[in-house]
């Protein structure tokens, strides 16, 4: 049981992985790296579960409250970087972040 949700942290971590390094758009990109935390979090939660050796324990759990925290913040960022990328550029292509940063 443990290998099968393994496997699908590893499948979302990869496909998130795979969106983010093909993708120019800014939102995309941020939710590229959400589905990257999601497979991590799919991970910490499976391992703190059915842990190698001995009983379950919480500190998959407790890592996995902790990384949905940070994932909250860096979404409230991204939201704001990609509203004012837009409002100053009218795109959200990830070459205009680079000219904004050249002027």
Excluded at 2 to 25: K, P
Excluded at 28 to 34: D, H, K, R
Aim: positive net charge.
């Amino acid at each position: 049981m443990l290998t099968s949700y393994l496997l699908l942290g590893a499948i979302l971590f990869v496909l998130g992985l795979i969106g983010f390094v093909t993708r120019r758009n800014l939102i995309i990109m941020f939710l590229c790296t959400e589905m990257m935390f999601q497979g991590i979090i799919v991970s910490l939660v499976a391992l703190g579960r059915y842990p190698p050796a001995g009983r379950p324990t919480l500190d998959g759990q407790v890592f996995a409250v902790f990384l949905i925290a940070v994932a909250g913040a860096e979404a409230a960022l991204a939201l704001a970087v990609v509203v004012l990328l837009y409002r100053y550029r009218r795109s959200l292509d990830a070459g205009a972040w680079t000219a904004l940063r050249d002027e």
